[in-house]
């Protein structure tokens, strides 16, 4: 960290680190900014420069080729700009240590390879393994889910047997929507190769816990209370306390009523066994080789990878270790994020900073009222004109100044769909301002490169939807500008979070208007009073409050399209978490509650959250509509099968949903017009654009 100039870690990564080097499961919860990126990668990288090869075992160096083709640990984001963001912060890590991310053992595999590249990004559709023994693995692949569950993860035992770690970075997401399945699907393979560990892996690859750790953590006593004693003691206070970055925190245990028992019992977690076609255990592992568990649930895959892994209190799990990282852990209800994690990780030890779901004491923020209807405005856009002025003005920096003297600050503006991104887009361009767009309707590199344009200050707003919100670190971005209010709190934390980032000081501008009044006022209210918690809860009610707004601007062709269907389309409280552009799609198609969820799996991670929503958005509702919330478990890509299908397809991948019969009559009806891809056990499925 010397290296990289940040000689003190902030108190998330004092209370970590020494958390993950002792190869435990770590859930870590902490505000936006507050560098959790190094906090798992540092004690990741440094686990994988030093492991030693304790018994080089014959069958272990003759198969050096095939063992090649795996990665030791293995990092899921959402997306692939989250995906190139850690790739890119591990490679200068790496750069800076000037060391290869190579334990003895891959040191032997190295002789034999006579090649091996550290850390790879991969994203996008692969549904064929992209490593093969003349083609190593890398020691780190960062990847999405989709990219991991997209080739059969749980027939891949071997990829996850020797894996040694599985970081889940904003875990909160990714256990949530339409990431679930796929993410469960990813759990189970872990689970199942925690299972058959003895029997693929050599001795000497299965390590025990370093030293350290059992003396100076373990207290004897059990599970959640070895960690929370462990957790809680001095060193994560003291760490804390010393970082000098003003943060405190501690890390909690995780002994509680729920956790005792494996997360198998609850009554939350019996209700999903009887949801899981009844087959439980048994049928989660039976359910491989034919991309099985499939059909019955997210629920079944999230009854623990460690259920299998068989910790107990004060022990080292066998198997993976996890790590989480998530600034957002709703813990409304017993559906929540929350909850999920307690019962699929039941006994990791759990890491929190005060400044959690609160309001950043670093960010000032403003709040302006726009009358008119919600969306794009002539009264909105000078709105945001003078957000952007007296951010200026504040910082000391006047108009002569952004003609040249001082740089003006760089600002993000985010919106809540693509079309209300390009008309912001327009209106700062056409006042003067450089402005950058990024959401789905923008090409993927195109995106990046825009990316680039906007961190390099060339650009000095970065016009965005949701898709932005979540993750993505920009050095120097001082203002968020929210032209729309986040579609519930907890976009809103993550909008916000992209300031006042690892100390800096930042400045938020809310623009908000009579359709989400009650949301603004009550997370404005809930900040005010210290933390935002209590809205999470807004979101049903928030839900209401979108209902109303298609209402509110009677003749507008959207909302008055959607009414003219008869009930009010539902929106999904759960999927509005993921972005704001869904929301029209919502309008649009209707459906989409938690039901039609569990039946659904998606990545959206290669698109990220908004701007997927509001290309499918915009084909309408009509038909889609008809079946009711069915739709909510398609998902859609749109590369990777070029060699199918032209890039007139978007791609609907149909992982084993229950909509699939009737998108195959679909298809047969019309089978001039569509296309069925090839690859049927997946049952992926192209429709045309614009249909
Ligand atoms: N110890 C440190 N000292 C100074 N800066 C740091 C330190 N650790 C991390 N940073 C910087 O803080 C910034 C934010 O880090 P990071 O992206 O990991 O935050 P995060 O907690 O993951 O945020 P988010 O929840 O938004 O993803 C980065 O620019 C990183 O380089």
Excluded at 632 to 643: E, H, L
Aim: glycine share 14%; hydrophobic share 35%; with cysteine.
């Amino acid at each position: 960290m010397a290296a990289r100039g940040s000689p003190c870690s902030t108190a998330i990564q004092a209370m970590a680190i020494p958390e993950i080097l002792a190869r435990k499961d770590v859930v870590i919860g902490a505000e936006t900014g507050s560098g959790k990126t190094l906090a798992y990668l540092l004690p990741l990288m440094h686990d994988l420069m030093t492991r030693t090869l304790e018994d080089p075992s014959p069958e272990l160096l003759g198969n050096a080729r095939s063992w090649g083709m795996f990665p030791d640990a293995i990092i899921l984001t959402p997306n692939r700009e989250l995906c190139e963001q850690v790739r890119g912060v591990a490679a200068q890590l790496l750069e800076e240590l000037g060391n290869p991310l190579r334990g003895e053992e891959r040191a032997h595999e190295a002789a034999v390879l006579n090649t091996h590249t550290s850390i790879e990004a991969l994203y996008g559709a692969s549904f064929d393994y992209p490593y093969s023994e003349a083609r190593p693995a890398p020691q780190l692949l960062v990847c999405t889910p989709a990219f991991l569950a997209g080739y059969g993860a749980l027939r891949s035992i071997p990829l996850f047997v020797r894996a040694r770690a599985l970081v889940i970075d904003e875990a909160d997401m990714l256990m949530d929507g339409d990431y679930a399945r796929l993410l469960g699907d990813i759990l189970t393979g872990f689970r199942r190769a925690a299972r058959v560990d003895a029997a693929l892996l050599p001795p000497c690859r299965r390590k025990p816990a370093p030293a350290y750790d059992a003396d100076a953590r373990s207290g004897g006593s059990s599970g959640g209370a070895t960690h929370a004693e462990s957790g809680g003691s001095s060193g994560g206070a003291t760490d804390a306390e010393s970082s000098g970055d003003g943060e405190a925190g501690g890390v909690e245990g995780t002994a509680d009523a729920e956790s005792s028992d494996d997360g198998e019992a609850g009554g939350v977690e019996g209700a999903a066994e009887a949801e899981s076609s009844g087959d439980g255990e048994g049928g989660v592992a039976a359910g491989g080789g034919g991309g099985g568990g499939g059909g019955s649930g997210v629920r079944r895959t999230w009854r623990g990878p460690r259920a299998a892994a068989g910790a107990s209190g004060g022990e080292v799990p066998a198997g993976a270790q996890y790590i989480l990282a998530a600034a957002t852990l709703p813990s409304y209800g017993l559906k929540s994020v929350e909850a999920l994690v307690r019962r699929a990780f039941p006994r990791a030890t759990r890491i929190t900073a005060d400044h959690m779901h609160r309001q950043h004491p670093a960010l000032r923020q403003e709040w302006v009222r726009v009358e008119g209807p919600p969306g794009p405005s002539a009264a909105r856009d000078v709105a945001l004109l003078e957000a952007l002025r007296a951010a200026n003005t504040a910082a000391g920096i006047g108009d002569d100044d952004a003609a040249g003297a001082a740089e003006p600050l760089r600002a993000m503006v985010f919106c809540n769909t693509a079309a209300s991104a390009r008309a912001a887009h327009a209106a700062l361009e056409a006042a003067g301002v450089a402005a950058a767009p990024y959401h789905g309707d923008v090409p993927a590199a195109q995106r990046a490169a825009l990316l680039n344009e906007f961190r390099a200050g060339r650009a000095r707003a970065l016009v965005c939807t949701d898709l932005a919100a979540r993750g993505l670190d920009i050095p120097g971005v001082d203002h968020v500008v929210q032209y729309e209010f986040a579609s519930n709190v907890v976009q809103h934390l993550h909008r916000l979070g992209r300031a006042a980032r690892a100390g800096r000081r930042g400045v938020a501008t809310t623009l908000w208007d009579a359709s989400c009044a009650a949301l603004a006022e009550s997370v404005r209210a809930a900040g005010d009073a210290g933390g935002v918690d209590a809205s999470f809860s807004r979101k049903r009610g928030f839900r209401k409050k979108l209902k109303k707004a298609e209402g509110y601007g009677d003749g507008d062709g959207d909302s008055s399209g959607a009414q003219a269907r008869g009930p009010s389309p539902r929106v999904s409280p759960r999927r509005m978490d993921q972005g704001g552009g869904e929301r029209d799609a919502q309008r649009g198609r209707g459906g989409g509650d938690w039901e039609d969820r569990r039946r659904g799996g998606g990545d959206w991670g290669d698109r990220g959250g908004g701007e997927r929503r509001s290309s499918t958005g915009a084909r309408g509702g009509g038909d889609v509509g008809d079946r009711g919330g069915a739709q909510s478990s398609w998902f859609v890509r749109q590369t990777a099968f070029d060699a199918q299908c032209s890039s007139d397809y978007v791609i609907k991948v149909l992982n084993n949903c229950k909509c699939y019969e009737v998108c195959q009559q679909r298809h047969q009806a019309r089978s001039s017009a569509y296309h069925l891809g090839v690859d049927d056990q997946r049952k992926k499925y192209c429709i045309k654009a614009g249909d």
